[in-house]
């Protein structure tokens, strides 16, 4: 088992729909969680942090973390053609440990 | 952008011969990162730094070095390099470790 998974994709979504990216992790321990956006050709871009449970909002996007259930998610609202990119989820066990980083997911949104 | 430069952007090099990467901060961050990332493997942390001359092994550190002589540069060294390290490399910084990684623009690196 990976330790961090998420669906390949590519998802596609049309233009202002609500655009749902999941993560799941292997390490119960994990503490801080991360979402990075990668448009193609460039590096990724921290856009979201989350480290409790629940909702955490910043404008369109809203992180979900559920540990008991190992999983954690983006929603995208009103989703623009210029949130086409690939969607990396980062995982943290403690403070001193290494980022862990899935494989991503391509999210393509339709105009 | 936070201000990371990487140095060379592309670079096509023989197998065997030795390659150095660069990275460059202004923003006086403590922590810097090496990654690479290859299609279905995600970024894979290489090595990295918590301040100068202090450096530790990552997931994938075979066959790679790494200096930091001062705070702003952080250099990943290919000894010999071998088709297998054909990747994009990526150079990261934070304030805290392993928490808010920023990244540089990122090198090509093809190895023939």
């Known amino acids: 088992q990976k330790e961090v998974e998420q669906n390949s994709g590519p998802l596609s979504v049309p233009e202002g729909a609500i655009a749902s990216l999941n993560c799941t992790y292997s390490d119960r321990g994990s503490q801080s969680f991360f979402w990075y956006r990668q448009y193609s050709g460039k590096s990724p871009e921290l856009i979201m942090s989350?480290?409790?449970?629940g909702d955490k909002e910043d404008g369109r996007f809203t992180a979900q973390l559920n540990k008991a259930s190992q999983y954690v998610s983006l929603l995208i609202r009103d989703s623009q053609p210029s949130d086409s990119a690939t969607y990396l989820c980062a995982v943290k066990k403690t403070s001193y440990d290494k980022v862990i980083f899935g494989p991503g997911t391509s999210l393509s949104v339709i105009p | 952008d936070a201000g990371i430069t990487q140095s060379p952007r592309h670079k096509v090099t023989e197998t065997g011969t030795p390659v150095t990467l660069r990275c460059h901060q202004t923003?006086?961050?403590?922590?810097m990162y090496w990654y690479r990332q290859d299609p279905g493997h995600g970024l894979r942390l290489i090595h990295y730094s918590y301040g100068v001359k202090d450096t530790d092994k990552g997931e994938v550190s075979d066959g790679y070095s790494v200096s930091r002589s001062k705070t702003e540069d952080f250099l990943l060294t290919l000894e010999s390099a071998t088709s297998s390290q054909t990747s994009v490399y990526f150079c990261?910084?934070?304030?805290?470790?392993?928490?808010?990684?920023?990244f540089g623009p990122g090198t090509r690196l093809t190895v023939t």
């Open positions: 923003e006086n961050h403590r922590y």
């Open positions: 990261a910084i934070s304030e805290e470790q392993h928490l808010r990684e920023y």
């Open positions: 989350i480290y409790s449970n």
